[in-house]
């Protein structure tokens, strides 16, 4: 079991694994690899205090190399769900289990748009993971509403258990769908809901009757990976420790607000990290 | 009238200065001269991401280097108040005057040592300022209670004001003080009230009677420059804008309480320069 574990890659998840590690706790960063996060793409960066003009690209290696050269460990991986066992927290890195005493959620601007319903019906039908939650749905009707083709899998996942699965891609060019699934295109309007549970999806003027629906998203909105997270407008709640609602749950940069800011990032990892490190060593 | 005034010379004000002026306002920084920070006696530091393994006077001079490159004034001073003026700030730094929007206050660790007494009475006697407030004691008792030699100009300003003056240093070696002050040492234990206001002071077991109560201290507590400042514990407190209590005045790094930590205060200082050039730019 690791100490601390960190989701995201950007510079607040290297600040905080930096840090984590100069206070002598162990500490896995779970991120997409370094070239996607925002400030990579950046032309030039001049308001982080000490490193002058450099292109975003320069920062973020220099960021990765001073957190590797402090043994900060980094798995190149999507966690789809963090589950709270009580003592520790499961994470789940593509169906690989790992255990974590604390977590400290960098996952970046929350992006993800949620439709009418979405929300709601979380955890009562609504799913971000095909393969946490697909035998749940055996035998079931289901829909997967995709902004990538990663959404092809879980609906290749859930053709096998469910009785009917359609597909609604959000991008162009589906390719290796089971034949059983049906695809439709168009405005995914609302889920729709009966008896508290879902019952069915709004396609334009259409309704398809459906049991789960499952989203593939670019970016998973942080309080579908830890249920119950606090989240007000599109921002993680958190203190001036960098505390969430939930115990043993830190947030920095980014996903907890404004400004989008690499100084603002790399100031909230260092805290998240020194408050996860003290809970963690009590 | 510039658009920030920042108050401190550490690394929570050059990230505040260089953030103004990366949007486009007018900022200058008053405070002390840059080797006297905290960083800059530091031995090593190597938890600020993307500068490892630096001496804290290297990372200090690549701070002000960075700030300066972008166009932030400096003004080597100590700044003893700041008088809301209604529209805007007046900044006393060392009886020169200067006009500000906003204040950002980076005044460091509270170190600042108050006794029984002595925060009640702030304004009731009380005062840390004998250029500004001396002339009210005009014909009357004070005594000086000095940390340091700057005490001494102090209590010579108000000797040719005062009845009487007496003189209490907390350091070795007092130098230049004029004839008619009274030298006293030992250990000051309060700050004695009478009807509201300031009676006397306590030191060890003798009382020495005065309508004023001068402290010229090491630092200045952040509550006595800017009147009615909310502080818990020794920390100005803050949102996570950076805003304090007061309009306008937003705090950022040490002053603003625990993880005394680079990273925080640079953080700290970009969203503290954001948060005030928005609202002056209103």
């Known amino acids: 079991m690791i100490d601390v574990a960190i989701i995201g890659g950007g510079p607040a998840a290297l600040s905080a694994g930096l840090n984590c590690r100069q206070r002598n706790a162990s500490v896995c960063i779970f991120g997409r690899s370094i070239d996607s996060s925002l400030l990579y793409a950046a032309e030039e960066v001049d308001n982080y205090l000490g490193m002058p003009n450099m292109t975003g690209e320069d920062m973020t290696n220099a960021f990765f190399k001073h957190a590797m050269k402090n043994g900060v460990e980094f798995k190149e991986c999507r966690v789809s769900q963090i589950i709270p066992m009580g003592e520790y927290f499961l994470i789940n890195a593509e ?20 439709i009418t319903g979405e929300r709601d019906l979380l955890g009562k039908g609504v799913s971000y993971c095909a393969t946490c939650d697909g035998m749940l749905y055996r035998g079931k009707k289901v829909v997967v509403v995709a902004e990538n083709p990663e959404g092809e899998e879980e609906a290749n996942f859930l053709a096998d258990v469910c009785e ?8 162009k060019e589906v390719s290796h769908l089971k034949e059983n699934i049906i695809v439709k ?85 260092l805290i998240a990290a020194l408050s996860a490190v003290a809970e963690v060593k009590k």
Not at 99 to 109: M, P, Q, R, V
């Open 95 to 114: 169906n690989e289990f790992h255990e974590a005493k604390a977590i400290i959620l960098c996952t970046g601007i929350n992006k993800s748009h949620t």
């Open 164 to 171: 009917s699965v359609t597909y609604i891609p959000k991008y």
């Open 185 to 269: 295109t168009g405005k995914v309007k609302a889920v729709l809901e009966a008896d508290g549970k879902v019952s069915g999806i709004q396609l334009d003027e259409e309704v398809i009757p459906c049991d789960g629906a499952f989203f593939a998203k670019n970016s998973t909105p942080p309080d579908s990976l830890v249920v119950g997270l606090s989240i007000e407008g599109n921002a993680i709640v958190v203190n001036r420790k960098m505390e969430t609602n939930i115990p043993m749950v830190y947030a920095a940069g980014d996903c907890t607000g404004v400004p989008y800011q690499i100084a603002k990032a790399v100031g909230e990892g």
